[in-house]
T-cell receptor
Framework: EDKVVQSPLSLVVHEGDTVTLNCSYEVTNFRSLLWYKQEKKAPTFLFMLTSSGIEKKSGRLSSILDKKELSSILNITATQTGDSAIYLC???????????FGTGTRLQVFP | DVKVTQSSRYLVKRTGEKVFLECVQDMDHENMFWYRQDPGLGLRLIYFSYDVKMKEKGDIPEGYSVSREKKERFSLILESASTNQTSMYLCASHGRAFYNEQFFGPGTRLTVL
């Protein structure tokens, strides 16, 4: 059965810290891995990763995929209180338009 | 910008009532999805649709049905609401490009008393 596992489940840090969120997957016929940020309402798209070893970057956020290890990390440097959210990882398989989601990592950043 | 809207942000219903949750997208996307999100369980797919009048069961379809009469609109129906259907319901859509993220609506928090 396809599955996506995220760790840690929850993380509490102070502003300025750097955090690394993990996502591992077991999915038949992998197509892409996506990261979303969810604050109080809809998840908003962060990154889509399709190739191993190519880092995607947006401001203080970056992410990379390792297809050999079947995993991805999401890094956030110099965290701010506005980074507090649930971070969702999802994987899409070939021949399907469905996303398989992990349970998410809840990040809380305190001043 | 893709816009996915849902008919209600908050809804409170009684056990046994019929509940309609509506989702509309304005980007002419073929694919639409209904998820529910519960603490510790993440997002779980209820139903999805590849095109008008087409529907497929997701991972947890029991107790739900859907309707897709028009391309832009995907409705989730709870025929007889139960307390274990209290949850956050999220609708999403995406087009048929090979690589394409899903765009989410704002969610409906349903409470069944």
């Amino acid at each position: 059965e396809d599955k996506v596992v995220q760790s840690p489940l929850s993380l509490v840090v102070h502003e300025g810290d750097t955090v690394t969120l993990n996502c591992s997957y077991e999915v038949t016929n992998f197509r892409s891995l996506l990261w979303y940020k969810q604050e109080k309402k809809a998840p908003t798209f962060l990154f889509m990763l399709t190739s191993s070893g190519i880092e995607k970057k947006s401001g203080r956020l970056s992410s990379i995929l390792d297809k050999k290890e079947l995993s991805s990390i999401l890094n956030i440097t110099a965290t701010q209180t506005g980074d507090s959210a649930i971070y969702l990882c999802a994987v899409e398989a070939l021949k399907t338009d469905k996303l398989i989601f992990g349970t998410g990592t809840r990040l809380q950043v305190f001043p | 910008d893709v816009k996915v809207t849902q008919s209600s942000r908050y809804l409170v219903k009684r056990t046994g009532e019929k509940v309609f949750l509506e989702c509309v997208q304005d980007m002419d996307h073929e694919n639409m999805f209904w998820y529910r999100q519960d603490p510790g369980l993440g997002l779980r797919l209820i139903y999805f649709s590849y095109d008008v009048k087409m529907k497929e069961k997701g991972d947890i379809p029991e107790g739900y049905s859907v309707s897709r009469e028009k391309k832009e609109r995907f409705s989730l129906i709870l025929e007889s609401a139960s307390t274990n259907q209290t949850s956050m319901y999220l609708c999403a859509s995406h087009g048929r490009a090979f690589y394409n993220e899903q765009f989410f609506g704002p969610g409906t928090r349903l409470t069944v008393l």
